[in-house]
């Protein structure tokens, strides 16, 4: 038995933050903004949503893309660094708003690799015989984690949230996983604040190290895709599509040109949604999937890297 990817879901809120309005209070510009990362514009949850909410929406997305119902589902796998409470999970929280009685639920916390960590470990779940149908998604909302008077930061992030629906198959989908971390470089990119008798400890917004972030980052996605690729006994010209994790135009021209795959074989969405960490590559999956890009049959590639440090790829036959 294996496990397949049948349909794709997304949402993005309705606010849009544009670089000219970020540049109405931060020291940046359009100009500065989009040279160094290819961001235009984000979207901004609205103040009465949660992660779950986000989650949910793009979650019954990709179940009628499937021609499911909640009642189908019997896992549910939600990857987020901003979860709507400490607990329950937000799962358990997106099982009850969708109705979804039949499902397990837990969050995975990997951070911008927590979408490709959810899928390795569904995609053995699936596998193994255990669940028939899975909705895996990746969901954030990280303005309300962001320093807005740091503009090495709130310049970058995004909300967001992307979904698909994994399903037992005779044929396999995904071909191979591989996942990696290293906690000994946690303090480049992290969220250092917790709460403790009530109060938060520490700084609640995220710090991070721009270049020591990029040079780790092309490093290593492009090392964890040639590895995928060795497991599945294949090169980078099998790829028909490469998906990154969306954080920098830079850093995914840089993935590419190492793995030898054209530009024009790269989704992008960057552009005009921002890093939305764990939603970024179910999104831009979904983008891909509902323009026509991916077919039937290709094979796509998907990587991402976030803070921990943890990286990793999926190998996939659509």
Request: hydrophobic share 45%.
């Amino acid at each position: 038995m294996f496990s397949k990817i049948v349909a794709t879901g997304s949402y993005l809120p309705e606010k849009i933050l544009t670089n000219d309005d970020l540049a109405k209070f931060v020291d940046t510009s359009d100009e500065w903004i989009r040279t160094r990362s290819g961001i235009q514009s984000r979207r901004i949850a609205a103040d009465n949503e949660e992660t779950s909410d986000l989650a949910v929406n793009a979650g019954r997305r990709a179940l009628d893309a499937a021609g499911l119902t909640a009642a189908d589902i019997d896992l549910i796998v939600v990857a987020t660094t901003t979860p709507d409470m400490i607990f329950p999970s937000t799962a358990c929280i997106v099982q009850d708003k969708l109705g979804a009685s039949n499902a397990a639920a837990f969050d995975i916390q990997a951070v911008c690799s927590g979408f490709v960590y959810a899928l390795s470990i569904v995609d053995k779940m699936v596998a193994s015989g255990q669940h028939k149908n899975a909705l895996v998604i990746g969901a954030e909302i990280y303005s309300r984690i962001l320093n807005w008077k740091d503009r090495a930061t709130c310049v970058l992030f995004g909300d967001g949230a992307g979904a698909v629906v994994l399903t037992a198959s005779q044929t396999p989908g995904i071909l191979a996983t591989k996942l990696h971390a290293d906690g000994s470089r946690r303090a480049i990119l992290n969220v250092p604040g917790h709460v403790r008798g009530g109060q938060v400890w520490g700084d609640p917004y995220v710090h991070m190290d721009g270049p020591a972030v990029f040079k780790m980052a092309v490093q290593v996605m492009a090392d964890v895709c040639n590895e995928t690729l060795a497991m599945a006994n294949m090169t980078a010209a099998d790829i028909d599509w490469l998906v990154p994790h969306q954080a920098n135009v830079r850093i995914i021209d840089a993935t590419g040109k190492r793995l030898g795959i054209a530009q024009e074989k790269t989704i992008v969405t960057v552009q005009g949604q921002g890093n939305t960490s764990a939603a970024s590559i179910p999104l831009a999956l979904d983008t891909a999937v509902r323009d026509g890009r991916i077919k039937p049959g290709q094979v796509v590639q998907t990587v991402g890297v976030g803070g921990g440090f943890t990286w990793g790829s999926a190998l996939i036959r659509w």
